[in-house]
Each structure stands twice: as C-alpha cells, then as structure tokens.
C-alpha cells in the first residue's frame, strides 16, 4: 500500500508543536492500515510486542510494530492531550486511501465533530469519574466498530479515575477485543496505575511555544490578529484553550487585567480582604458562566442526536426530544460535582495569571531578557509599574519570590478543598505591598 502522510496538514495541523508524537501517531495509522489488509493474521500483529523489531515490516516498509491496541498521551496542561488523542482517532477512521488523516473525508469531519459512530471520548467535568461510566465504556469496547475498521475509546483526564476503576479497565486493555483502541489521557504517566501504564504505548507531549499557539489561532481562524494571537498565547502560557478563550472574549481579558490591577496595587490588609472579596466573586461568576457554556453543549448534543439545531427553541421540541433532554439533566450530586471542578478550575486559571504577573516582575526586577507573560499593553504597563514601585534590589526580589510561593501554597489549599474565602483572604494579605502604604504614612 502506497501511503502518503503530511504531518503538517490534515488533522495533525491541529495539534500545535508536537511533531515527535505526530510522527509517532502518524507511523502508527499507516501500520493500521497495513494491519486491516493482512487478514491473515490481524490477531498476531495487534499483540506485536513492545520491542518488536523492524522485520515485522510490509513490503511497503511499513513498522507493523508501531500500531498497538492501546496508548497512553501525557502533557503539562494545555498541550492538547485530547486533540492529539481526537487526531490520532481521525486519521485511524480516515476513509482517503492514500493519506489517513486527510482532514477532509467524512470520517475525518465526524470524528473531529464528535458524531463518528465509532469514536467514544469520555470526559467528566466532575472531580472523579464514575465508576459506572468506565463500567460502560468496558462494555462498549467489545462491539465491532460499525462504520469505520476501529472501534476507538477516549478517556480525557485518565488521571480522575479511581483505582478501582482503573482495575476494572485494565482486563479490557490485557485482553483487547481485535479492533478496539484504548487512548488514555493524563497530565503525567505517574498518574496511572503502573499495571496500566506497562500495557500502553506511551505517546509524550510537551507545552508548545506561544509562538506555535499564536500561529495555531491564527490558522484556524483569519479574524485573529496576529498581534492579539501573540498576546493571548503569551498571556495563557501556551494552553490552547485558554488562549482561545481569551482570544474571542474581549470581556474575559478586560476581568484579567482589571483582576491584576487590583493585585498589583493592595497597600494594606483591609485593601487585601476587599480585593480577596472580589476575586471570590469574579470566579464564582466566570465559574458559572463555565458550567452554562457547558449546558449548553449538552443540549446541543442531544438535538444533534435527534437532527435539530442547537438553537432550536424548547416550544418547538417534539415530546421525545424534551424527555431525552430531562434524561440528560444531572442529578443534585453530579451537579454540586460539576459545580466543584468548574471552581476548581477557574481558579487555578486566576491563580494561574496572578503568578504570571509576579513573574514577569521578578523577570524584570533580575533584568532577564526571556519573554514575558503579559504582552498587552495594559497588563505590561501594570507590571512596569509595579516595578517602578517596589524597586529591583534583593530585598525586592526576595520579596517577589515569598509571594511567589504563597501562591503556589494557595493553589495547593484550593485544591485539597481548604475554604475558599479564607485561603484567599489569606493569600492577598501576603501578597499586598507593604512598602507603598509605609510610602503613604511618610507623604513619600
């Protein structure tokens, strides 16, 4: 079989900076294909060990060993685990017999749509996945794939799943059915279980440049600026989501910089707790907004499975589509879970810019050259000024790393469910410039 594949086009152009694991993805759909046509002996070649040699080649010089049943995709948050896992998914469906991963047939739109009949991708916005979600996933992964030749599994955030259900997934991932692949999605391998960590293929990402994220938005939608690009990718840290989000929201960049004004100008402990209290209130805010968004996703979903629009208006819905809809809707304790992950979220994205912010002036009080975060102009001007402020001594800079670490000491409280008010009531009294408001007592 003569196979063409582009890694820098189809539906690898989105997956921004990671042209290791793209190989890895790419050599691995080609030796897909290569194992469909050998129906001689598929079952054999599926359970190519680990360190099979290159022998194991078609005559198209195809690595058969670079094609496993099931992987595992690790990376930093932001590095675009589960479009690399959805890419990979794509191009193992793709219908083009010269190029999978084409980015242009069918199976390739539906599976980056979400509507391919044989690519599952489980996600949670809860704190833990349930135990009955993975016991359906384990079911599912015993049907042959009804459309496409895979019969693909996608399990975001791996690393929210208990060991017990760890346990009931890895005899599905021993003992794989012949045309089921498992791709598991975690932050690092040593967020799994080391039993299911030796029966995936590991696949390593890293956090792409900014400059990659820029060009990424840029490509995918021409009324980004290239400026605004550069500034949201710098400002997100490279995270592709983030980055995006600001992107289109100019609303969600004016609350990041009017969030940072307030930080950077606490003088006293009462401007602390006023500042701590709105804080709380702007994550609670954005916190919510985060769970409609993805409401509304879930009803648009479940109209998309009935062929309606999403915006088609509840008067019109007939009475199956309004009682699938009530089917859909969470129960009291998944919504309080739901409501969980969304604060934890977003605040570790707030805590996330605010030591951003402080990083960029200790880059500039140790007069570093490297890249800063902040690249608009009001949020860079927030940082100079603040540097003008507390000078670039030692002083200066040992203070600048203790509220460094009271952030990170903040952010590891937030996440072990310490109380939210007082833990960042706590955070911004640490974090207020004493110095301006001793400069005020003295009229200086």
């Known amino acids: 079989m ?57 005559d198209s010089g195809t690595n058969l060993a670079a094609m496993t049943h099931s992987w595992l995709v690790v990376g930093p948050p932001g590095s675009g685990r589960s479009t690399a896992a959805k890419a990979f998914a794509a191009a193992l469906e793709c219908e083009d017999p ?38 359906a996933l384990v079911q599912q992964a015993y049907r042959r794939p009804v459309r496409g030749e895979w019969n693909i599994i996608i399990i975001e955030d791996y690393d929210r799943m208990s060991e017990y259900s760890s346990n009931l997934l890895l005899k599905s991932i021993e003992e794989p059915p012949e045309r089921t692949v498992w791709v598991l999605c975690a932050p690092s391998a040593a967020d799994v279980l080391s039993t299911v960590r030796s029966r995936t293929r590991l696949v390593q990402l890293t956090l792409p440049s900014p400059a990659a994220v820029a060009e990424l938005l840029v490509r995918q939608d021409a009324s980004i600026s290239p400026e605004l690009a550069a500034e949201v990718a710098a400002a997100a840290e490279s995270h592709v989501g983030r980055a995006r989000a600001l992107a289109y929201d100019p609303q969600l960049r004016a609350e990041r910089v009017g969030m940072l004004r307030m930080i950077s100008q606490m003088s006293s402990s009462a401007e602390a707790m006023w500042t701590a209290a709105a804080l709380v209130k702007l994550v609670d805010k954005q916190a919510e907004a985060l769970r409609g968004a993805n409401d509304q996703e879930e009803r648009a979903k479940v109209l998309e499975a009935f062929g309606l629009a999403a915006d088609t208006p509840d008067s019109r819905l007939p009475r199956d589509v309004k009682s699938a809809l009530r089917g859909a809707k969470l129960s009291e304790t998944d919504a309080h879970r739901r409501a969980r992950r969304a604060s934890f979220d977003t605040w570790d994205r707030v805590l996330g810019d605010i030591s951003g912010f402080y990083r960029d002036v200790l880059l500039a009080q140790a007069g570093s050259a490297q890249p800063r975060i902040n690249l608009s102009r009001p949020a860079g001007e927030l940082v100079d000024a603040y540097v003008a402020r507390v000078g670039t001594g030692s002083q200066s800079l040992a203070e600048t790393t203790a509220r460094l670490e009271a952030i990170r000491r903040a952010r590891r409280r937030l996440m072990g469910n310490g109380n939210t008010t007082l833990d960042i009531e706590a955070l911004c009294v640490e974090l207020a410039d004493r110095n301006r408001a001793k400069c005020k007592v003295n009229g200086r």
């Open 98 to 135: 010269d190029n999978p991963g084409c980015g242009i047939c069918a199976a390739c739109r539906d599976v980056r749509q979400g509507t391919h009949a044989d690519v599952s991708v489980m996600t949670t916005e809860m704190v833990e996945i349930k135990f009955d979600d993975v016991k």
């Open 2 to 58: 003569n196979m063409s594949i582009n890694p820098s086009g189809g539906v690898w152009a989105e997956v921004a900076g990671q042209t290791r694991a793209i190989s890895q993805f790419s050599q691995a759909a080609a030796a897909a294909r290569d194992l469909i046509a050998a129906q001689n002996r598929p079952a054999d070649l599926m359970t190519a060990p680990e360190n099979a040699t290159p022998a194991a080649q078609t």
